[in-house]
DNA sequence: AATGGCCCCAACCGCCGTTTC
DNA sequence: AGAAACGGCGGTTGGGGCCAT
């Protein structure tokens, strides 16, 4: 078993030699946001290859989803998501995650990066008095709230939804990741936010792809293909439920 | 201008659960 | 059924930028 473990250890840094590791180049960006538009979000190891990129299907995804994913939210937090990463938190801990299924547009590494940085020295030092919500609260005030929230929270989970979250299966996880990407949008014109110039160097590079002739037919496949399993209508469904569980579990803190 | 310290965040790592073959 | 591949998660690291001295 150990052997096989160190074989296995031992070919995967044999590949490993031959990729690219840190910061990403503009033209691996073009060539991966390319790819990803022509085969989806999904078999990872296979887009890389496919697409010439000396990098690791993880490396791909984690640029993917981190950084390139055109429903991403650039820009500073608004004091709404900074309150909401404060309390969920406070709900759950370190599950970042989670707390990014309920700020759509944001990342888990975003909010694990913005926790680190802003808040965990305040907390840890029980500074609660320098942490002021955009109506006012202090820490102590919020604090509280927290405490109420966690009641109504937990009762909309179980009620709404009718399991735990503990237990769900990946194939919520995945519906749930979908809905991010479709509420991304929505949660953007709420706060605001316009693109930025980044976001939309993506989009021309996207719609280059679906203009050019070639890759037409690429792409007549991949949506004949993912259209079987009707994702999109499953994926709206749930995003509105979890939008009004959201906007209720706003009100209940914040009024 | 040089330098040291700190902050921020993109990227990586290791582990583990799930899916695919 | 079991092994391999894949994908997701939380923790960690390293480099660039900023600022004070």
């Known amino acids: 078993m150990i052997a096989k473990k160190n074989k296995k250890r031992k070919m995967d840094c044999k590949k490993e ?19 990803v538009t022509l085969l989806g979000e999904r078999r990872w190891d296979s887009l890389a290859r ?19 994913n055109p429903s991403l939210k650039r820009g500073p937090m608004s004091q709404e998501e900074e309150m909401v990463i404060f309390q969920l938190h406070a709900l759950w ?7 990014a299924r309920r700020l759509p ?9 913005y926790w680190r940085t802003h808040f965990r020295k305040k907390v840890e030092a029980q500074n609660y008095d320098k942490i002021i919500d955009w109506r006012g609260n202090t820490g102590e005030d919020l604090w509280r709230k927290y405490k109420e929230a966690e009641i109504t929270w937990t009762r909309t989970e179980t009620q709404e939804h009718g399991f735990d ?13 979908g809905k991010e990407t479709n509420g991304g949008i929505c949660e953007r014109e ?24 070639s890759d037409a ?3 007549e496949d991949h ?33």
């Open 50 to 68: 496919v697409s010439g990129l000396k990098r690791s299907g993880k490396s791909c995804r984690l640029r993917w989803m981190n950084y390139l």
């Open 165 to 177: 979250e503990t237990v769900k299966t990946s194939k919520h996880r995945n519906m749930e990741s």
């Open 223 to 255: 949506s004949s293909s993912s259209s079987e399993n009707n994702i999109n209508i499953n994926v709206g469904s749930w995003w509105f439920q979890e939008t009004r569980d959201f906007e209720e579990f706003s009100c209940s803190l914040w009024s």
């Open 93 to 99: 801990g370190n599950k970042w995650s989670k707390i």
């Open 17 to 35: 030699e031959t990729l690219r590791r840190g910061p990403w180049l503009e033209e691996e960006d073009e060539r991966l946001v390319k790819f």
């Open 217 to 219: 037919k690429l792409l």
């Open 190 to 213: 709420r706060f605001g936010v316009m693109s930025s110039p980044y976001e939309n160097r993506i989009s021309d590079w996207i719609s280059e792809i679906s203009t050019d002739q």
């Open 105 to 113: 547009g944001r990342t888990d590494n975003e909010i694990k990066n």
